[in-house]
């Protein structure tokens, strides 16, 4: 436990905010438009699993433009 508390928090705070954040706004966009570049469940994965990587690559090459 006391790795724990040698992390500093103040710094990675904003950081896991931030993702979080984005992959939220990342499956929204995937499940209100469902029209992406590939398979729509590849790309819910992709922002799972990835995480903060996965939320960029979707908004980068997933969303299709109309």
Do not use: C, K
């Not at 904003?14 to 954040?21: E, K, N």
């Amino acid at each position: 436990m006391s790795e724990l508390a040698s992390i500093p928090w103040n710094l990675l705070m904003p950081l896991i905010v931030l993702q979080f954040i984005l992959m939220i706004v990342a499956l929204v966009d995937v499940i209100r438009h469902r029209r992406t570049n590939g398979p729509f469940i590849m790309w819910i994965f992709i922002i799972v699993l990835g995480s903060l990587i996965g939320s960029i690559l979707y908004f980068i090459f997933g969303r299709r433009q109309v």
